[in-house]
């Protein structure tokens, strides 16, 4: 994994639909990212991705058969709105209007990043998904993690 972001960053948007990267998510990139992907996220969200991150993704969804129906559909979903974007000399990522509209994005913005991508929400729409978080987290935790072994928890 040549990327590990990690942070919650509220930005905002511009009228023109330009967000400013934060400094410190930057500093994460390093000064080589400058071209990015951006998608939609599987919620009503948006996925940014450093490019050589979204051609290691797309190389397996490439893997799927487009003879199976829900194979075929999954690159569908996957691919759509996909669309490169340049950061410009003010450090500014210029949003397509069909994904803003897509993703209820308003002036207010959370950019959630994680492992090697940036998940894009609106400020409102991001707090309705944190309110909704399970009481029951630590069982969830436990089926995810909990059978791991000791020689898969030294790896990890």
Known sequence: MKYQLTGEYECKMDPKGR????????????????MFTINRGYEKHL???????????????????IHNTTQRQV???FYRGASKLKIDSSDRLLLPKSLISYAGLKKEL???????QIEIWSKK??????????????????EVFGS??????LKS
């Open 19 to 34: 967000i400013r990267l934060p400094s410190d998510l930057l500093q994460q990139l390093g000064d080589e990212t400058h």
């Open 47 to 65: 996925m940014l991705y450093p490019n050589e991150v979204w051609e290691a993704k797309t190389k397996d969804i490439n893997q799927l058969n």
């Open 75 to 77: 690159i569908r979903y």
């Open 110 to 116: 959370i950019l959630f990043a994680y492992q090697e």
């Open 125 to 142: 729409n991001y707090d309705i998904m944190l309110s909704s978080e399970p009481d029951n987290f630590s069982i969830i935790a436990d």
């Open 148 to 153: 791991k072994t000791a020689d898969e928890e």
